[in-house]
């Protein structure tokens, strides 16, 4: 048997790590222990991580070396006999356990009929373990649900935000004439479409969000539902919407705040009718949130409600679960090892589930076939579909490249550095114009026209402000043998001094920023998020002309060199979750390399000779001082500077890169 499991410990904010020797629970008097099928992550997950003082403020809830996750489905292992007895479970059923224990008879509030809010409620993941654990157990006094047979036990997993969704309808005593409006559409936001739709098919609902794709999710689980999108409309514009639907009534009767911000709460202020209902369910960041107060009492006679989980809902979750599909609401499902990625990816997703039974991964590659995401159409990169990004696209190669993407269905954002680029060369004449005629004669609609300059960090954000999706595919295109000048010039931008000996230094720095400058500073914004996703591919437009030696164009080349070994680096970084240490080093170095092949052409008839000698790792005392141990290093400086002397008294190796390294690499460049 095993004694030892993996979980996730929180040790305070910020501050969570995966161990591998917790000793496995066993159970006690009372208790039930279960394999842990699948533990949902919430923003609530991710306020606990990042500190927020409702857990680990002075009286916060969590404990300092906690396994953190309260919603769980587990298959069970072990059991008292007694609970078996009682509830009917037996080893190998799948159970969810609601996320508090009460006390059930001792205080107050149990005496009363609101164990909900016990003076000694015990929450699973912040006073007793949770579940980002390969084991957990249910402790004594759980209130435990069997999963029914027909549903999948990763799906179950939505019961507990559904039960609250059902709760917080319960708390809204809702009638079927009624207008409400849902904001956020997160888990509990989605349930409460999914909660209405079920028990009150009659009720118009409005439904707010900023990303379109939970939108569209509302849409698919009530078609009659109207969705407006927060980054379209201002909340005011919406406001006067909602009123001209209700008539007479000048209002919403019931808002769901389920977003928990200032914004949210403000805006159900202004939504509601005289007399309306608030349902206050969200979470908020901050502790104080300023409003304005009066609307409540001489304003509207408002009727203000709090709602925390889901409590004698459980049985109605199930319902719903079998009655809508909410399956596309799991967005992710990932191992444990991977849960500071799936707290990430929560603010922008929906629910993403950690499964501790999936085997650990390397990203992209790996675990493109044996994970992770649930949703079908995400588990492969079809090009249909999937966004493209192609900078540098008003123009040549990248208007090519963005036409082929537009043919085969992908969503394609066009970029220029200008709105007008594409006119520099007389290929067209705006952006916005580029963009409509690539959808003409393509016959897609979905290309988005972007223009700016990426070789800043800040004009890098300003252009990826207007991308509303995550990018799938990137295409680094933007760049050019362009000097300082730009493109406008007779000879399209092609620096008049153009040898290594001979550039001016500002077109130097111009054609090493539109090269290599712009294509870091991209990938730097975009890759991180793919990596996220687990969903991406890069590619980046080197040149030939960064294989060989040249006179003319030769900054060109070594800016294009220095892209080549970038794109290495990248590959390598994305390749596993460890870090590639050193990659603009490298990346300098290749352009150095790329230098000397140029200079060497330049030269070649002067009688002088160009070489570069590339060391391997070698045993200097910086290196000593950096690394701290000599790891094997078998290089020394001598065998360094003996290479400069034999090559020195070589006569006829020019423009060569001899390797120094005792043959650790063996291939050509
Ligand atoms: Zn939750
Ligand atoms: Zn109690």
Same mark, same amino acid.
């Given at each position: #048997?095993?004694?030892?499991?993996?979980a996730?410990i929180?040790n305070?904010?910020k501050?969570?790590?995966?161990i591998?020797?917790?000793?496995m629970?066993?159970?006690?008097?009372g208790?039930?222990?279960?394999?842990?099928?699948a533990s949902g992550?919430?923003?609530?997950?991710?306020?606990?991580?990042?500190?927020?003082e409702?857990?680990?403020?002075?009286?916060?809830?969590?404990r300092?070396g906690?396994?953190?996750?309260?919603?769980?489905?587990g298959?069970?292992v072990?059991i008292?006999?007694?609970?078996?007895?009682?509830?009917?479970?037996?080893?190998?059923?799948?159970?969810?356990?609601?996320?508090?224990?009460?006390?059930?008879?001792?205080?107050?509030?149990?005496?009363?009929?609101?164990?909900?809010?016990?003076?000694?409620?015990?929450?699973?993941?912040?006073?007793?373990d949770?579940?980002?654990?390969?084991?957990m157990?249910y402790?004594k006094?759980?209130l435990?649900?069997?999963?029914?047979?027909?549903?999948?036990? #990763?799906?179950? !997993?939505?019961?507990?935000?559904?039960?609250?969704s059902?709760r917080?309808?319960?708390?809204?005593?809702?009638?079927?004439?009624?207008?409400?409006?849902?904001?956020?559409?997160g888990?509990?936001?989605?349930?409460?479409?999914?909660?209405?739709e079920?028990?009150?098919?009659?009720?118009?609902?409005?439904?707010?969000?900023?990303?379109?794709?939970?939108?569209?999710?509302?849409?698919?689980i009530?078609?009659?539902?109207?969705?407006?999108?927060?980054?379209?409309?201002?909340?005011?514009?919406?406001?006067?919407?909602?009123?001209?639907?209700?008539?007479?009534?000048?209002?919403?009767?019931v808002?769901?705040?389920?977003?928990?911000?200032?914004?949210?709460?403000?805006?159900g202020f202004?939504?509601l009718r005289?007399?309306?209902t608030?349902i206050?369910?969200?979470?908020?960041?901050?502790?104080?949130?300023?409003?304005?107060?009066?609307?409540?009492?001489?304003?509207?006679?408002?009727?203000?409600?709090?709602?925390?989980?889901?409590?004698?809902?459980?049985?109605?979750a199930?319902?719903? /679960?079998?009655?809508?599909d909410?399956?596309?609401?799991?967005?992710?499902?990932?191992?444990?090892?991977?849960?500071?990625?799936? /707290?990430?990816l929560?603010?922008?997703?929906?629910?993403?589930v950690?499964d501790?039974?999936?085997?650990a991964?390397?990203?992209?590659?790996?675990?493109?076939?044996?994970?992770?995401?649930?949703?079908n159409?995400?588990?492969h990169l079809?090009?249909?579909?999937s966004?493209?990004?192609?900078t540098?696209?008003?123009?040549?190669?990248?208007?090519?490249?963005?036409?082929?993407?537009?043919r085969?269905?992908?969503?394609?954002?066009?970029?220029?550095?200008?709105h007008?680029?594409?006119s520099?060369?007389?290929?067209?004449?705006?952006?916005?114009t580029?963009?409509?005629?690539?959808?003409?004669i393509t016959?897609?609609?979905e290309i988005?026209?972007?223009?700016?300059?990426?070789?800043?960090?800040?004009? !890098?954000?300003?252009?990826?402000?207007?991308?509303?999706?995550?990018?799938d595919i990137?295409?680094?295109c933007?760049?050019?043998n362009i000097?300082?000048?730009?493109v406008?010039?007779?000879?399209?931008g092609?620096?008049s001094?153009d040898?290594?000996?001979?550039?001016?230094?500002s077109?130097?720095?111009?054609?090493l920023?539109r090269?290599?400058?712009? #294509?870091h500073?991209?990938?730097?914004?975009?890759?991180?998020?793919?990596?996220?996703?687990?969903?991406?591919? !890069?590619?980046?437009?080197?040149?030939?002309?960064a294989?060989?030696?040249?006179?003319k164009?030769?900054l060109?080349?070594?800016?294009?060199?220095?892209?080549?070994?970038?794109?290495?680096?990248?590959?390598?970084?994305?390749?596993?979750?460890g870090?590639e240490?050193?990659a603009?080093y490298?990346?300098?170095?290749?352009?150095v390399?790329?230098?000397?092949?140029?200079?060497?052409?330049?030269?070649?008839?002067?009688?002088i000779?160009?070489?570069?000698?590339?060391?391997?790792?070698? /045993?200097?005392?910086?290196?000593?001082?950096n690394?701290g141990?000599?790891q094997?290093?078998?290089?020394?400086?001598?065998?360094?500077a003996?290479?400069?002397?034999? /090559?020195?008294?070589m006569?006829?190796?020019h423009?060569?890169?001899?390797?120094?390294?005792?043959g650790?690499?063996?291939?050509?460049?």
């Open positions: #048997t095993i004694s030892n499991m993996k996730v929180a305070g904010p501050d969570y790590k995966l591998y020797d917790k000793p629970p066993k159970i006690q008097d208790q039930v222990l279960v394999k842990v099928v992550i919430c923003s609530s997950d991710l306020k606990m991580y990042e500190g927020n409702f857990y680990w403020g002075v009286d916060g809830r969590a300092r906690i396994i953190p996750g309260h919603e769980f489905v298959s069970v072990d008292d006999p007694s609970i078996a007895r009682d509830q009917s479970i037996s080893v190998g059923d799948i159970v969810v356990a609601e996320q508090f224990i009460p006390c059930r008879d001792q205080c107050w509030f149990c005496k009363n009929g609101m164990d909900y809010k016990c003076d000694k409620l015990i929450i699973y993941g912040e006073d007793v949770g579940s980002m654990a390969e084991y157990i402790q006094g759980s435990v649900h069997k999963v029914p047979e027909d549903l999948s036990p #990763t799906y179950a !997993v939505l019961a507990e935000p559904v039960a609250f059902v917080a309808m319960d708390r809204a005593h809702l009638k079927t004439t009624d207008l409400i409006v849902i904001s956020g559409c888990t509990i936001g989605l349930g409460l479409v999914a909660a209405i079920t028990f009150y098919p009659d009720i118009s609902m409005i439904v707010l969000d900023y990303f379109q794709f939970k939108l569209d999710l509302a849409k698919t009530s078609k009659k539902c109207t969705t407006f999108n927060l980054s379209d409309k201002t909340v005011s514009s919406i406001a006067d919407i909602v009123r001209k639907m209700s008539g007479e009534q000048n209002g919403a009767d808002f769901f705040e389920c977003a928990g911000t200032s914004e949210s709460i403000k805006a202004e939504f005289k007399c309306g608030f206050h369910i969200g979470i908020c960041k901050e502790t104080y949130i300023d409003a304005s107060w009066n609307i409540i009492s001489a304003g509207k006679e408002l009727t203000i409600i709090g709602c925390n989980l889901g409590r004698n809902a459980w049985p109605r199930f319902e719903i /679960l079998k009655k809508c909410l399956s596309s609401m799991i967005t992710h499902r990932l191992p444990l090892e991977e849960y500071s990625n799936a /707290l990430d929560i603010s922008s997703r929906i629910k993403v950690l501790p039974t999936l085997p991964s390397k990203l992209l590659n790996e675990s493109q076939s044996l994970l992770p995401i649930v949703n159409n995400e588990k079809k090009i249909k579909d966004v493209a990004f192609v540098g696209s008003s123009r040549g190669i990248g208007r090519a490249i963005a036409i082929a993407l537009a085969e269905g992908a969503k394609v954002i066009i970029h220029g550095t200008t007008d680029s594409p520099y060369l007389n290929e067209g004449t705006t952006m916005t580029l963009a409509k005629h690539i959808s003409t016959n897609n609609t988005t026209p972007v223009w700016g300059d990426l070789s800043t960090k800040e004009g !890098v954000q300003s252009v990826l402000n207007h991308i509303k999706y995550p990018i990137l295409i680094c933007a760049g050019g000097g300082s000048s730009g406008n010039t007779a000879s399209g092609k620096p001094h040898t290594c000996l001979t550039i001016s230094d077109d130097t720095k111009s054609i920023n090269n290599f400058w712009t #294509t500073l991209v990938c730097q914004s975009i890759v991180p998020q793919m990596i996220q996703n687990h969903r991406g591919h !890069v590619i980046i437009i080197g040149s030939t002309s294989l060989l030696g040249r006179e164009g030769a060109y080349t070594v800016s294009k060199a220095a892209v080549h070994q970038y794109m290495r680096c990248l590959a390598t970084q994305v390749q596993s979750s870090r240490k050193g603009l490298t990346v300098s170095k290749a352009a390399h790329q230098y000397m092949r140029c200079l060497a052409t330049q030269v070649q008839s002067s009688g000779r160009v070489n570069c000698i590339a060391p391997g790792p070698t /045993l200097t005392e910086r290196y000593k001082r690394i141990t000599d094997g290093v078998t290089g020394r400086p001598e065998h360094v003996n290479a400069v002397i034999q /090559l020195l008294n006569d006829f190796v423009g060569q890169t001899i390797r120094v390294d005792g650790e690499q063996t291939f050509t460049s």
